[in-house]
């Protein structure tokens, strides 16, 4: 077994476990990553693509924003869409002058890579046989299995950034969590296609036959999903019947069309709202979606990743600079504070923009929501300000 010695050991190399090594590097932190992924995988891996406002900014301002600011596309605003007519809600109007940044997180992932080896840092990818240990005490460790050795990582704090499906929270005894846990009646069948995106902004679209959202990636690629069942079966699901499908409730009376492409990738995403209370325990911590997961709607997965890690850099910068253990003490109190008004955020947004089950009631409900939210300048603000990021909380 061969024996590494480091301050953080970090588990995942998502965009949270790779921006917390970055942003440690930064302070002069030794971390050593591990990933069960390929370093291939892991940059090709397609999900979210908005970034806040201040997302951005802690990105550029940690020096891994250069092609961001290059390629990344500036969006000024959305388009509610229902009843066949576009609704705009114009960002730095309402929230003095900010804005998102579309740019997908495979982007994001590869840039930091390119940092991390840069910086000469030990990420391991393909790894097996994950363990964390010794969280309890002040001597924890991380145990894997990779390239025919087996390794063992003692450090002083374990950063649990594998997700939601990682090894690092059922580590946790049960007693320990409270989980907060909802599962919505409805998923998202998503596809990307070679073609460039129909709109200059995203639209968030609520029709009869259930909600449509037209995103992208890039200038030359659209990113398009369909609220369709939690089961849906793929295979059902023809090119062809995805477009017309699109085409249907992306319909309108403005004279707009959605252009089509080939379809080069296809899924299906469950929608679930979860939060692990609290997100730490002993010196085991955790970050990003490994403690918290939120419907895509509000666009929010991505960017609660990245303030769970500015928070846990802030704390371990007081904690091995000053000595000072509060901020670490205060981590899931602090980071909570924003997951669950993301939270409330995504779940608003989702009730409003689809077809639920509970009934012809709360649909009109809904819509009613949506007529006050595109005339009311007060709801728009609401909107916008979650939408494009709320401050970050004081630390
Ligand atoms: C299909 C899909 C589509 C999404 N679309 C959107 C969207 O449109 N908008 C949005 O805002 N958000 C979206 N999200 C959410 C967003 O992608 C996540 O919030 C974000 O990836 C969180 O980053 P993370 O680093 O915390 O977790 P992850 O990105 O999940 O990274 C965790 C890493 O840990 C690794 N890992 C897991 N287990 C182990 C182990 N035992 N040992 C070592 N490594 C391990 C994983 O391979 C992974 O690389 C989507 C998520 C999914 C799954």
């Known amino acids: 077994m061969e024996r590494i010695r480091t301050q953080v050991g970090i588990v995942g190399a998502g965009p949270a476990g790779l921006l917390l090594g ?20 892991c940059e090709s891996r397609i999900r979210a693509g908005v ?39 114009h960002f730095p109007e309402l929230t003095g002058g900010k804005s998102i940044l579309v740019y997908g997180q495979h982007e994001v ?36 299995h990779s390239g025919g050795r087996d390794y063992e990582i003692a450090c002083d704090f374990i950063a649990g950034c594998d997700g939601f499906h990682g090894v690092c929270r059922p580590a946790i005894p049960a007693g320990a969590l409270r989980i907060h846990e909802y599962t919505f009646p409805f998923a998202w069948l998503g596809i990307l296609a070679t073609v460039a995106p129909s709109s200059d902004e995203l639209i968030y679209a609520r029709h009869e036959r259930g909600f ?4 992208m990636r890039s200038p030359q690629v659209s990113r398009l999903y369909l609220q369709c069942a939690p089961d849906e079966e793929i295979a059902a699901w023809s090119d062809a019947r995805i477009w017309a499908e699109l085409q249907e409730r992306f319909s309108t009376d403005e004279g707009w069309t959605l252009r089509e492409g080939p379809i080069t990738q296809k899924g299906v995403t469950a929608m679930r709202s979860f939060v692990a209370e609290p997100m730490q325990y002993g010196r085991l911590y955790l970050v990003g979606d490994a ?92 909107l916008a300000e979650n939408y494009v990021g709320l401050p970050y909380e004081e630390m």
């Open 291 to 382: 403690a918290h997961i939120v419907p895509p709607t509000g666009a929010k997965g991505l960017n609660l990743a990245a303030a769970d890690v500015r928070v846990f850099a802030r704390a371990l910068d007081a904690y091995y600079r000053e000595g000072k253990k509060e901020l670490l003490e205060r981590y899931s109190e602090i980071c909570l504070r924003r997951v669950w008004k993301a939270e409330r955020f995504s779940w608003w947004m989702t009730w409003m923009l689809h077809r639920g089950v509970a009934g012809e009631f709360a649909e009109q409900i809904h819509l009613a929501e949506l007529d006050y939210v595109s005339g009311s300048r007060a709801a728009q603000t609401t």
């Open 51 to 89: 970034l806040e406002h201040g997302t951005a900014e802690l990105l550029a301002q940690s020096g891994v924003g250069e092609r961001m600011k290059r390629e990344g596309l500036v969006h000024h605003g959305i388009y509610l869409r229902f009843r066949r007519r576009s609704h705009r809600i």
């Open 109 to 144: 992932v590869k840039d930091l890579i390119g940092a991390r080896q840069a910086a000469g840092a030990r990420i391991f990818f393909d790894v097996e046989k994950t363990e964390v240990e010794g969280m309890e005490g002040t001597a924890p460790s991380i145990r894997f």
């Open 212 to 215: 449509a959202l037209l995103s």
């Open 22 to 41: 970055h942003l440690l590097d930064r302070q002069g932190i030794e971390s050593v990553e591990i990933e069960n992924r390929s370093r291939e995988y």
